[in-house]
């Protein structure tokens, strides 16, 4: 009964820290994504597209409004910042070259 109960409160920790440990930051040159115990740092200049997604893949987004940010070679991360277009043009300021597809 104890351990079901520590793995039940252990998941919901889990979960929660996720939840609610899930945000976006710009600083300088950087894009920063943390969702929960997890973290990207993407080089904006290595940012190659911006587009609208409902892939239903995991990722640090909690909405299944994303945005698909393509960099470098192969990388590939979704999110879901709340306003969208603000996003896309903070990145558009620091690296021009970015395509952006806001429509779907």
Do not use: H
């Not at 929660?16 to 899930?22: D, E, I, M, P």
């Not at 200049?45 to 470098?72: F, H």
């Not at 879901?80 to 620091?94: D, G, V, Y």
């Amino acid at each position: 009964m104890a351990a079901a109960l520590l793995i039940t409160v252990s998941y919901c920790g889990f979960v929660s820290w996720c939840w609610f440990g899930t945000y976006y930051e710009i600083n300088g040159s950087q894009l920063k994504v943390v969702g929960g115990p997890f973290r990207w740092k993407i080089d904006i200049m290595g940012i190659k597209g911006v587009r609208k997604s409902r892939n239903l893949l995991s990722s640090p987004a909690l909405s299944l409004d994303r945005l698909e940010v393509t960099y470098e070679k192969w990388g590939m991360i979704l999110i879901s910042p709340k306003k969208q277009e603000k996003f896309c043009e903070t990145l558009k300021k620091i690296n021009p070259n970015i395509e952006v597809n806001l429509n779907k």
